[in-house]
């Protein structure tokens, strides 16, 4: 009886499991990024990007891998309609494949649609089982997400999919824009303090001319962009630059690409990035430095009066990698000179970034986290509402900088020429 | 089959009580309790268990002072007519748990796996493979669960791991969360999912020893109730308070969250395995704890022939919620009756054994 029972089992398990509505490979079509866009009458633009298996077969294999070389390993195509789930059905009405949402990279949002909000957009995305947390949301920097998609030509990678895993895996290597996971853009529109952020994605439309978003900081020679400032020639025009804010579901800001950096220190996410600074010595030569955080910011809150009290201590080591002066920065009395400009400059950009942040009412490094500490339950801190109280925080800035190496040169020599 | 089910050990025991005491976890019981308790909610789990470790010691030192099993030992304390109320009241109790498990299990199955699959053949195949497991026997069960312990352990310990980078300890604050008390009484009332720990006293005589099942309650409820504890701790830490109350499957959440590169990511399918296993291994735990319930009063030869009788009720009461949130629903409603399940079985018996003692003193 056992032995029957077992085969029975056995048989049962070999021919049903994994059998009830599978589908083949060759009957799923992969959406690898989503664009949604404002359209008239409440309606959405949703523009998807597709896999195409064979072509993607081809990039992958090589000149041995059988593949259409030349052909793009991508389509798109753009749906209106008035909901996701919607233009999801109006995609399977054209394509000859059932629609396939669990390998999407990134959600793109236009900025039109950012700023009347996203709530109806987002909600959704975690709710149904195809779409993850782990996916990328960017907004279109003054354009729209289905133009970003259809002009994005990347020029190295040739899959779409992996430039995007590329650049997001990069982002720490500049910090001219942050790595923003559905996850962390969803979680701050619902919880007591923190505000949504996004990656700011653009053409660049100056024609190869800087066009800087923002003045220079006092001693400071690096220009702070968004897309369309970039002075970019060729290549992709395609850009992932600077962030977006939010407060609750709405875009209500940017951050320049200088001001990223500001925001990334913040959150202790900053891993890397080269300074330009004038030389402290000879103002018309320049000083750059590799620069990294220290260690984690040390941020404490306090309620003063009603007010939050909030005190930030950035701690930066950096490499000097170019001296073009000439001056003996490495030796210890002119080091100390670099480490205050230094450390002036990003004292002053933290607080800019900081008064922009209180000005539109936008916390995306989530400072409000840190007065949550002040108080013993979940109630109390919500009637403090600290989103509205953000704006009047008195926040103070302290920064250090150590210089730490000087790069392969541990002197440097003047250059010959006449007197 | 005999309900007499054979000889076991701590091993056993440890197997079958942490089986039967974690399933919750991956269902919606941790969204839940943040629902109710806010930041704190992390500790509930661990005072559950303090607070059932005491009854479970209570009912041992009474099993300490009489031969037999839960029945034998009731029948003598309570009278016949008091120990087949008992026995009917927790055989209802692990036939309602049993319910609550297989519906929602099976939905989750549906929500995460397989979409398109109609309900029935999933229910089905749960609740026979429930069935084939109890016809191996318990003894069978146990070393099963025993056996598949580690890869629960390392499971859940990978994916807690893995989300590390999702981690923030402010979501943790403010600490005390709806209060201390509130958190107590949570705590409270979340007794009765240790429940599952009486089937040691109803298999008292297999154990050998009162010393073995207490030691087999330690282990195998405060290793349950420690990885309980951590996935609730660990899910706060990434989803934070907010989010984390709108989950309908928060260890499914925590496992589709994993990124740690574009090769390290989209692992939820392997976890899926690990829960319906252990899903599975509960059902089954709660189908052979109701059976034996009822078969001592009834003093039956064989449990063989009450299995596909009882596995129908259990399936027929399972589908009676029309939706997934009446199922929730219901089983937060079970939580009470559990709980009284937990404590007052044990205290009526220690207070029964009390009395007795007293009154046959000169």
Redesign the interface.
């Known amino acids: 009886m ?1 032995r029957l ?1 077992a085969l029975v ?1 056995l048989l ?1 398990a070999l021919l ?1 499991l994994g059998c ?3 589908h083949e490979t060759d009957e799923v079509s992969f959406v690898i990024t989503i664009g949604v866009d404002a359209a008239p009458d409440g309606q959405l633009n949703v523009t998807y990007r597709l896999s195409k298996p064979a072509m993607v077969r081809g990039e992958a294999g090589g000149e041995g891998g059988g593949g259409k070389s030349g052909a793009e390993p991508s389509t798109i195509i753009t749906i209106t309609a008035p909901s996701l789930a919607v233009a999801r059905d109006l995609l399977n009405a054209q394509v000859a494949r059932v629609p396939n949402l ?1 390998h999407v990279k990134v959600i793109v949002i236009g900025e039109e649609l950012a700023r009347r909000g996203v709530g109806e957009v987002v909600g959704p995305l975690l709710r149904f ?1 195809e779409f ?3 996916m990328f949301v960017h907004v279109a920097d003054n354009t729209t997400a289905e133009k970003v998609i259809r002009t994005n030509r990347p020029v190295i990678e040739s899959l779409p999919a ?1 430039w995007v ?1 590329g650049m997001m ?1 990069s982002a720490g290597e500049t910090g001219y824009y942050p790595r923003a ?1 559905l ?1 962390d853009f ?2 701050p529109m ?3 303090s923190g505000s949504p952020y996004a990656v700011m994605t653009g053409l660049s439309s100056s024609g190869g001319e800087a066009r800087p978003a923002a003045g220079q900081t006092a001693g400071e020679k690096t220009d702070e962009f968004l897309s369309g400032g970039v002075p970019v020639r060729s290549g992709n025009p395609v850009l992932l630059i600077g962030t977006a804010l939010f407060r609750g579901d709405k875009m209500v800001g940017k951050l320049t690409s200088e001001e990223t950096r500001m925001f990334l220190i913040l959150t202790g996410e900053f891993r890397r990035g080269f300074l330009t600074i004038q030389d402290p010595l000879q103002p018309a030569s320049v000083v750059d430095i590799h620069l990294r955080l220290g260690r984690k910011p040390k941020i404490a809150a306090t309620v003063a009066d009603g007010r939050p009290v909030i005190d930030i201590d950035v701690m930066l080591e950096g490499e000097i990698s170019a001296i073009s002066s000439g001056v003996n920065y490495e030796a210890r009395a002119y080091n100390q000179l670099l480490e205050e400009q230094i450390s002036a400059i990003i004292r002053q950009d933290l607080e800019k970034t900081i008064r922009y942040m209180q000005q539109v009412g936008s916390d995306p490094a ?1 400072l409000g ?2 007065v ?2 002040q ?7 919500r009637d403090f509402d600290f989103e509205s109280r953000f704006p009047s925080a008195v926040v103070n800035v302290k920064v250090t900088t150590q210089i730490r190496r000087t790069g392969l040169m541990r002197i440097t020599s003047p250059i010959r020429g006449p007197e | 089959m005999s309900y007499q089910p054979g000889r076991m050990g701590i091993a056993e025991g440890i197997g079958l009580t942490f089986m039967v005491m974690l399933p919750r976890v991956f269902l919606t019981s941790p969204a839940d309790t943040i629902a109710a308790i806010r930041n704190i909610a992390w500790l509930a789990p661990l005072l559950n268990w303090l607070i059932a470790l005491p009854m479970f010691y209570l009912l041992a030192w009474v099993m300490a002072r009489h031969r037999g099993d839960l029945y034998a030992v009731s029948e003598r304390l309570l009278g016949r007519a008091g120990a087949w109320l008992l026995a009917i009241f927790y055989a209802t109790l692990f036939i309602l748990d049993a319910a609550a498990l297989l519906r929602q299990f099976a939905e989750n199955t549906l929500l995460t796996a397989l979409p398109a699959t109609e309900f029935r053949i999933v229910i089905f195949w749960y609740i026979l493979f429930a069935v084939v497991l109890v016809y191996f026997g318990i003894e069978g069960i146990a070393r099963a669960c025993y056996l598949l312990m580690p890869f629960v352990v390392g499971g859940v310990a990978a994916v807690i791991l893995l989300l590390t980078p999702f981690y923030d300890a402010y979501h943790l604050v403010p600490w005390q969360g709806t209060g201390l008390l509130s958190a107590f009484q949570r705590g409270l009332a979340l007794v009765g999912i240790n429940i599952g720990g009486l089937l040691l006293f109803v298999l008292a005589p297999q154990f050998q020893s009162p010393a073995t099942l207490r030691t087999a309650l330690v282990y195998g409820g405060g290793l349950s109730a420690v990885l309980r504890t951590l996935v609730i701790l660990c899910f706060i830490l990434a989803f934070g308070v907010a989010q984390g109350m709108e989950k309908t499957l928060p260890f499914f959440e925590m496992s589709r969250l994993v990124y740690l590169s574009r090769y390290i990511q989209r692992i939820e399918a392997l976890f899926i395995v690990l829960w319906v296993i252990t899903g599975l291994l509960a059902i089954a735990i709660n189908l052979y704890a109701a059976l034996q319930l009822i078969a001592r009063p009834l003093n039956l030869p064989s449990l063989r022939p009450l299995v596909p009788v009882i596995a129908i009720v259990i399936v027929n009461i399972a589908v009676i919620p029309p939706d997934l949130n009446t199922v929730v629903e219901a089983g937060n409603n079970l939580d009470p009756l559990l709980s009284a399940g937990m404590i007052g079985g044990p205290l009526l018996l220690a207070v029964a054994e009390f009395v007795k003692r007293r009154r046959k003193r000169p």
Not at chain 1, 375 to 381: A, I, L, Q, S, V
């Open positions: 056992i029972t089992c049962a049903t009830n509505g599978s669990s089982r993850r947390g782990s992996r895993e895996a996971f996850h969803y979680m619902k919880a007591g989530n986290k840190y949550r500490t108080f013993r339950t979940y109630g109390e801190y």
